[in-house]
């Protein structure tokens, strides 16, 4: 009998000293794990399929000299990307001839109390049906649906950045508030498929405000759900000239200039990071303009490595992006 509690007593004294050797992280609370599976269901549900993080692909019956192209483009590692939104011009037989692009570019910015930023310029055309069609009155649609647009986006902040949906805060800033760069279709998605609105910032400048509404002279174009409305600020002054600093912002490349570059819009907006890259929200440049290693522009495939932007020299164009020219109102 004795030696029978002597054999127990050594096998509870060898399990004790066994739970006391594990560490404590290793033994997660009922309410530890209850958060786990809870944070799981969030960051694991995917919206839409996911796409590769470089995953351009051309458009077949395009015509024009310059390619449109879809999909997404990679331009630093997990780090900044570019995705395309695609306009249809309707032909003699009705049927729509994809002739451009409108660029989303997407950057990863710093990481600060469990929230990254993550900036965004330009928002692409919107819903095939939707307001770009009855802004231009028909002539052209959308091809590329919001959905379709945001799905890629979605793919860019989480699989491509690797950074959750409840830790993203998003900041847009407008190229210039025509409805192919500043579309309420684009920011009612992303709050649908679960990025928070209280977290989004959209700044305009504050030149470009009149047309953040106008496009409501034509009935059902451009129509903004309160909420996103009101997450909308206003930057620089009435008096900006060229390649003024309006603002600064610090991504994970660097720090980014938000400049004015009046013309196109009164408002337009370009962003520089130093002389490596420089986005440009119109075809069209006014002076002096920044120059840089690397022009991209809101419109038509990138094309790393354009030194040399369109620009207005007393008022004769002279040439310089290799893409197609933009003269229309975008």
Known sequence: MKSTWKKLSLFLLLGNLFIACVPVDSRPTDLEKLNEE?????????????????????????QNAFEVKTGIDEIEKGKF???YSVL?????????????????????????????????????????????????????????????????????????????????EIEYFSPHNHIDHFNPEFFEEIVNIGYSVESMKLFSHINDFPLI???????????????????????????????TEVMTFESVIGQWS???????????????????????????????????ENFLHVHSAVLKGVTTPKVILNNVRTSGFTERDHDHDH
């Open 213 to 243: 509404t106008g496009y409501n002279n034509k009935p059902g174009v451009g129509a903004w759900v309160s909420d996103i409305f009101n997450t909308i600020q206003s930057i620089g002054s009435v008096n900006d000239s060229c390649n």
């Open 38 to 62: 809870e944070s799981s269901e969030v960051d694991t549900k995917k919206t839409y399929p996911s796409v590769s993080c470089n995953s351009r692909g051309n458009i077949s019956n395009n």
């Open 258 to 292: 938000v400049r004015s570059y009046p013309g196109h819009t009164p408002g337009t907006l370009n962003l520089i990071l130093n002389s490596k890259y420089h986005l440009t929200g119109s075809p069209i440049m006014c002076e002096p303009y920044e120059g840089s």
């Open 88 to 168: 249809g011009q309707k032909m003699s037989d009705n049927s729509l001839r994809a002739v451009e692009t409108a660029n989303t570019y997407v950057i990863k910015g710093l990481t600060l109390e469990n929230k990254t930023k993550v900036f965004i310029y330009g928002t692409g055309y919107g819903d095939p049906g939707g307001d770009i069609t009855q802004f231009r009155n028909g002539v052209n649609d959308s091809l590329t649906p919001t959905s379709e647009l945001i799905s890629n986006v979605d793919n860019i902040i989480q699989e491509c950045m690797g950074i959750r949906k409840n830790e993203t």
């Open 81 to 83: 990307y570019v995705t």
